[in-house]
């Protein structure tokens, strides 16, 4: 059975420091590439960051850039998010996803982080 839990989020001020966990299990998590995604209230998902098989190579949201760094674990099978520099922006679920094609495609639940003073 194939399983992301997100873990990791919270009510942070503006400016703090988050870091996202996804624990995986079910798939081969080094086959995969991963991918962090928000929704904030109103708003479609958008893809926040995303990381290779191996963690070669990283791309990020222009919004998140500079202060987002997505990386991987392939032994614990598990993605993570450091979120630092905080913005009430920033608010939203996070999902992660692992992505192999358009057949094979998994979701976590969400974890909910909120910036605000």
């Known amino acids: 059975q194939v399983q992301l839990v997100e873990s990791g989020g919270g009510l942070v001020q503006p400016g703090g420091s988050l870091r996202l966990s996804c624990a995986t299990s079910?798939?081969?998590?080094?086959?995969?590439?991963m991918k962090w995604y928000r929704q904030a209230p109103g708003k479609e998902r958008e893809l926040v960051a995303f990381i290779t098989t191996g963690g070669g190579s990283t791309n990020y949201a222009d919004s998140v850039k500079g202060r987002f760094t997505i990386s991987r674990d392939n032994a614990k099978k598990t993605v993570y998010l450091q979120m630092n520099s905080l913005k009430p922006e920033d608010t939203a679920v996070y999902y992660c996803?692992?992505?192999?094609?358009?057949?094979?495609?998994?979701w976590g639940q969400g974890t909910q982080v909120t910036v605000s003073s």
């Open positions: 079910g798939f081969t998590f080094s086959y995969y590439a």
């Open positions: 996803n692992a992505h192999l094609n358009v057949y094979s495609s998994y």
